[in-house]
């Protein structure tokens, strides 16, 4: 069964940077869509970003020039660089992958913004 498991969320000051990523086990090719989403508390989910297999990306319009997405095909893992913080970044962030008409998710890492 295909497993993801986020990792590096954390408190971070406003302006502070973190690093998210994404590790990927089971039936996992390199020919596939990997993105972020997240949840802010009282919020619907949102696309933060995705990358394709031929590294094509998309950003919401408020992360960008802030956020990078970046996949490492052979550790199948997918990364989310956050710079410049701000408190509305304050979310539970979620990977995400979608392969041959399947979705599969992560349980989520919480990012703490303060002001």
């Known amino acids: 069964q295909v497993r993801l498991v986020e990792s590096g969320g954390g408190l971070v000051q406003a302006g502070g940077s973190l690093r998210l990523s994404c590790a990927a086990s089971?039936?996992?090719?390199?020919?596939?869509?990997m993105g972020w989403y997240r949840q802010a508390p009282g919020k619907q989910r949102e696309l933060v970003a995705f990358?394709?297999?031929?590294?094509?990306?998309h950003y919401v319009d408020s992360v960008k020039g802030r956020f990078t997405i970046s996949r490492d095909n052979a550790k199948k893992t997918v990364y989310l660089q956050m710079s410049n913080l701000k408190p509305e970044d304050t979310a539970v962030y979620y990977c995400?992958?979608?392969?041959?008409?399947?979705?599969?998710w992560g349980q989520g890492t919480q990012v703490t913004v303060s002001s």
């Open positions: 089971g039936s996992i090719f390199s020919r596939n869509v």
């Open positions: 995400n992958i979608a392969q041959i008409a399947h979705n599969y």
């Open positions: 990358i394709s297999s031929g590294a094509n990306t």
